[in-house]
């Protein structure tokens, strides 16, 4: 979206580099274009298809596909084929065409002056507690005790370990010593003040340390072991301007090179699981930060591998993959797969053993793709002899399911849960559909769902017909904008774009399909519908637009009134629509509908 944009891009160079770029050009350094009349078309890269749906528009700058309804301009096309965001795709257009990024504001470069003075800090103190870890007295019990868990020297090394050592100002008396200003480890939250008199103390005290880095090997932050027993175990660094632990993968700096290469990158729980890995030769393995798999990991994920395995304990695992934050993986057409290791082990304790190596490569080879595994999951918590249990247990699978936007994948998995619960297909599609409609979502059913009805069907081609119409013909935006409010929009998604298309108008004073696209390039169902009506407008060839106006005006006029007059027929409606009940919500859309039929 457009906040995106503005923190590190000014829109002018968006358009810069987007007028830079030719569709056409671009896309054909990416998979072979063939002409068709106007336009370009091609086998679709984004789904399994034997025709080609896949259209390049030259004109229009834009790109669209019949088969999975994905499209977009430039930008959207290098997002979808290099899985990034909006202002990496700028970045990887910029650099194609030779302009040269300027960031938007100075306040920017003053956050990022800090932010470069904390990382010089973090690393500062980050080589303390190396050297405390190497050479102090008081770190003996930390040297036993990586000694006593089996850490080579090489991988303290690596990791650059360290320890806090025991007593309230070590740090504090270190950064003194060496002038680092006490309010940047404040800040940092590695010394905290004291409550009763002057000055502070640190935060990690008498601990293991291990750096969290970011990707580009800048210490963000800090993870604390307690040396004795105190609580808690684990300590981390508070979040900061330079650490996210929602953001943040321990090991990824080291990990992804290697993950790239294996074309797989393992996640696992804790920092001595991925120092021991490492120690073993798996080196594409990486850590959350005590926290479950959020969509911003996935991100940072998806730029270097598309598989992904999780490696945790065997009562972890369990936890984790019934996590519906796993559903992002599905829904962000990533391959998520689950270890299984030996009861009871988590992978520091498999690959200590003797024979440790073998056993976690073998994991690792028979890991069970998260569907499968949700569907041994349920068949095994749920009886399948029980009509009760087993509708438990399909419903459960049903939810995974409509998670999947891929049409070829959705499909696999009905027949997977077909032949293990033995219902047939068909039913099992109902019954997603079912689910879907009382969730009010619009989970991705196979075949269309039930036609919409006249009344729905003319409001979605209404709320069709006004995008279009401000697409065409710019001039009507003031008059539409002034006549309809948001309000009166015939559905959802209309007014979604009504919204989009006055940003865009009054950015950049016109809009058009390609420029449109760079306000909902985070949206990609808008995205879609936005290539789609403009394909469509081309073929329609409408020559009298007033009169097309004039004729949408008169009729959302007339749904104004006839809703305005029927607000407790619209309380019903809302009712039926919770319980589900089809055969209401037939009943009283046709009585909304009333006497008055639009046009």
């Not at 019934?322 to 992978?347: H, K």
């Not at 002034?482 to 559905?491: F, N, R, W």
């Not at 097309?548 to 607000?567: A, G, N």
């Given at each position: 979206g457009?906040?995106?944009?503005?923190?590190?891009?000014?829109?002018?160079?968006?358009?810069?580099?987007?007028q830079?770029?030719?569709i056409?050009?671009?896309?054909?350094?990416?998979?072979?274009?063939?002409?068709?009349?106007?336009?370009?078309?091609?086998?679709c890269?984004f789904?399994?298809?034997?025709?080609?749906?896949?259209?390049?528009?030259?004109?229009?700058?834009?790109?669209?596909?019949?088969?999975?309804?994905?499209?977009?301009?430039?930008?959207?096309?290098v997002?979808?084929?290099?899985?990034?965001?909006?202002?990496?795709?700028?970045?990887?257009?910029?650099?194609r065409?030779?302009?040269r990024?300027?960031?938007?504001?100075p306040?920017d470069?003053a956050?990022?002056?800090?932010r470069?003075?904390f990382?010089?800090?973090?690393?500062?103190?980050?080589?303390?507690?190396?050297?405390?870890?190497?050479?102090?007295?008081a770190?003996?019990?930390?040297?036993?005790?990586?000694?006593?868990?089996?850490?080579?020297?090489?991988?303290?090394?690596?990791?650059?370990?360290?320890?806090?050592l025991?007593?309230?100002?070590?740090?504090?008396?270190y950064?003194?010593?060496k002038n680092?200003?006490l309010?940047?480890?404040?800040?940092?939250?590695?010394?905290?003040?004291?409550?009763?008199?002057?000055?502070?103390y640190?935060?990690?005290?008498?601990?293991?340390?291990?750096?969290?880095?970011?990707?580009?090997?800048?210490?963000?932050?800090?993870?604390?072991?307690?040396?004795?027993?105190?609580?808690?175990?684990?300590?981390?660094?508070?979040?900061?301007?330079?650490?996210n632990?929602?953001?943040?993968?321990y090991?990824?700096n080291?990990?992804?090179d290697?993950?790239e290469?294996?074309?797989?990158l393992?996640?696992?729980?804790?920092?001595?699981?991925v120092?021991?890995?490492?120690q073993?030769?798996?080196?594409?393995?990486?850590?959350?930060l005590?926290?479950a798999?959020?969509?911003?990991?996935?991100?940072?994920?998806?730029?270097?591998?598309?598989?992904?395995?999780?490696?945790?304990?065997?009562?972890?695992?369990?936890?984790?993959?019934?996590?519906?934050?796993?559903d992002?993986?599905l829904?962000?057409?990533?391959?998520?797969?689950?270890?299984?290791?030996?009861?009871g082990?988590?992978?520091?304790?498999?690959?200590?053993?003797k024979?440790?190596?073998?056993i976690f490569?073998?994991?690792i080879d028979?890991?069970?793709?998260?569907?499968?595994?949700?569907?041994?999951?349920?068949?095994?918590?749920?009886n399948?002899?029980?009509?009760?249990?087993?509708?438990?247990?399909?419903?459960?699978?049903?939810?995974?399911?409509?998670?999947?936007?891929?049409?070829?994948?959705?499909n696999?998995?009905m027949k997977?849960?077909?032949?293990?619960?033995?219902i047939?297909?068909?039913?099992?599609?109902?019954?997603?559909?079912?689910?879907?409609?009382?969730?009010?979502g619009?989970s991705?059913?196979?075949?269309?769902?039930?036609?919409?009805?006249?009344?729905q069907?003319?409001?979605?081609?209404?709320?069709?017909?006004?995008?279009?119409?401000m697409?065409t013909?710019?001039?009507?935006?003031?008059?539409?904008?002034?006549?309809?409010?948001?309000?009166?929009?015939?559905?959802?998604?209309?007014?979604?774009?009504?919204?989009?298309?006055?940003?865009?108008?009054?950015?950049?004073?016109?809009?058009?399909?390609?420029?449109?696209?760079?306000f909902?390039a985070?949206?990609?169902?808008?995205?879609?519908?936005?290539?789609?009506?403009?394909q469509?407008?081309?073929?329609?060839?409408?020559?009298?637009?007033d009169?097309?106006?004039?004729?949408w005006?008169?009729?959302?006029?007339?749904?104004?009134?006839?809703?305005?007059?029927?607000p407790?027929?619209?309380?019903?409606?809302k009712?039926?629509q919770?319980?589900?009940?089809?055969?209401?919500?037939?009943?009283?859309?046709?009585?909304?509908q009333?006497?008055v039929?639009?046009?």
């Amino acid at each position: 979206g457009k906040g995106l944009m503005d923190r590190f891009i000014p829109h002018s160079q968006i358009v810069e580099i987007q007028q830079a770029t030719d569709i056409v050009e671009l896309i054909s350094n990416y998979i072979p274009l063939k002409k068709a009349g106007a336009n370009y078309r091609a086998l679709c890269p984004f789904h399994e298809e034997k025709t080609a749906s896949f259209s390049v528009n030259a004109t229009k700058q834009i790109f669209h596909c019949f088969g999975c309804h994905k499209g977009g301009n430039v930008y959207g096309f290098v997002m979808a084929y290099e899985k990034v965001e909006f202002p990496q795709a700028v970045k990887i257009l910029a650099e194609r065409a030779g302009i040269r990024l300027a960031t938007n504001q100075p306040k920017d470069d003053a956050s990022r002056e800090k932010r470069a003075e904390f990382l010089k800090v973090n690393r500062l103190v980050t080589n303390y507690f190396h050297e405390c870890l190497l050479k102090s007295k008081a770190a003996e019990p930390a040297r036993a005790y990586l000694a006593k868990r089996g850490f080579t020297q090489g991988m303290i090394a690596k990791f650059l370990m360290g320890c806090a050592l025991p007593g309230w100002s070590n740090l504090v008396g270190y950064a003194r010593e060496k002038n680092i200003p006490l309010k940047h480890l404040e800040e940092l939250g590695l010394i905290l003040p004291r409550k009763e008199k002057n000055g502070y103390y640190d935060r990690f005290r008498d601990r293991l340390m291990f750096p969290i880095f970011n990707p580009r090997d800048g210490v963000v932050g800090f993870g604390g072991r307690a040396l004795d027993d105190s609580e808690p175990i684990y300590l981390n660094s508070p979040e900061n301007i330079l650490f996210n632990k929602g953001k943040s993968l321990y090991g990824l700096n080291f990990a992804k090179d290697a993950c790239e290469k294996a074309g797989q990158l393992c996640i696992v729980e804790g920092y001595t699981d991925v120092i021991m890995s490492y120690q073993h030769g798996f080196e594409y393995v990486v850590a959350t930060l005590g926290t479950a798999l959020t969509t911003d990991h996935i991100k940072s994920i998806r730029r270097y591998v598309n598989k992904v395995i999780v490696v945790y304990d065997a009562d972890a695992a369990g936890k984790m993959a019934s996590a519906r934050s796993l559903d992002l993986f599905l829904a962000e057409e990533m391959d998520l797969f689950v270890a299984r290791l030996p009861e009871g082990l988590d992978p520091y304790d498999c690959l200590i053993r003797k024979d440790g190596k073998p056993i976690f490569q073998k994991c690792i080879d028979e890991s069970v793709e998260l569907f499968a595994y949700r569907l041994e999951v349920a068949t095994r918590k749920y009886n399948l002899n029980n009509i009760e249990e087993k509708s438990k247990a399909v419903d459960e699978i049903l939810d995974t399911i409509g998670a999947v936007p891929n049409p070829v994948k959705r499909n696999l998995y009905m027949k997977q849960l077909s032949g293990t619960v033995n219902i047939s297909e068909d039913v099992l599609r109902g019954r997603l559909k079912l689910k879907a409609k009382r969730s009010g979502g619009d989970s991705r059913t196979e075949s269309p769902a039930l036609p919409p009805l006249p009344s729905q069907q003319r409001d979605i081609q209404a709320g069709e017909e006004i995008i279009e119409i401000m697409l065409t013909r710019n001039e009507f935006i003031p008059i539409i904008r002034q006549s309809v409010g948001l309000e009166d929009y015939p559905t959802d998604r209309s007014r979604q774009m009504a919204e989009k298309i006055f940003e865009n108008y009054d950015t950049d004073g016109k809009v058009t399909a390609e420029s449109l696209l760079n306000f909902v390039a985070d949206n990609p169902e808008l995205s879609g519908t936005v290539t789609r009506i403009a394909q469509e407008s081309a073929q329609k060839n409408i020559s009298d637009y007033d009169k097309y106006l004039r004729e949408w005006l008169s009729f959302i006029e007339k749904r104004r009134k006839r809703t305005k007059d029927r607000p407790e027929l619209k309380q019903q409606l809302k009712e039926a629509q919770l319980k589900g009940d089809q055969v209401a919500i037939n009943l009283i859309l046709s009585k909304l509908q009333g006497a008055v039929s639009a046009k």
